[in-house]
């Protein structure tokens, strides 16, 4: 059935298949992600580990949401540029590029927070 033609609580409930779809599939097919998603469990072990403060684990998830959402666009944005041509061309480059620097970008604030939080808990442990 053509997406644009459901109707209603079908419609609602197909989006949310193939959001994850879209997951599964980048799990299944990108390295970073499932290396981000290895990285946001031992995270979140090590909040646990540490009971980190409700702040705190507003910043973790605020940080894991940030670097997998920002994966899942990074994907669609090369997926769909590498659909359009198989061809050089400097602005599929540029968009690939920006793409992958955003991810970039929200990485390194995660990496930021997780040493913000961690750090002095660790200085702690080994005083």
């Known amino acids: 059935m053509n997406r644009m033609k459901e109707k209603g609580s079908n419609k609602f409930f ?9 997951i599964r599939d980048t ?17 979140v072990l090590l909040g646990l580990l540490f009971s980190i403060s409700g702040v705190e684990w507003l910043l ?3 940080s894991i949401t940030l670097v997998m ?7 669609a ?3 769909l540029a590498d659909s359009t041509s198989t061809e050089y061309n400097p602005l599929i480059k540029k968009a690939k590029d920006a793409a992958a620097a955003a991810v970039l970008v929200v990485a390194i604030f995660a990496l930021l927070i997780g ?5 002095p808990k660790l200085l702690i442990c080994f005083d």
Do not use: C, P
């Not at 499932?34 to 031992?42: D, G, K, T």
């Not at 959402?69 to 994907?75: C, F, G, Y």
């Not at 040493?115 to 750090?119: A, D, E, K």
């Open 60 to 62: 973790i998830f605020l």
């Open 69 to 75: 959402a920002m994966e899942l666009i990074n994907t």
């Open 115 to 119: 040493l913000y939080i961690f750090v």
């Open 27 to 43: 799990y299944r097919t990108e390295l970073n992600f499932r290396f981000h998603f290895f990285a946001a469990i031992f995270v």
């Open 77 to 79: 944005v090369e997926a």
């Open 14 to 22: 197909k989006g949310f298949a193939y959001a994850f779809s879209g």
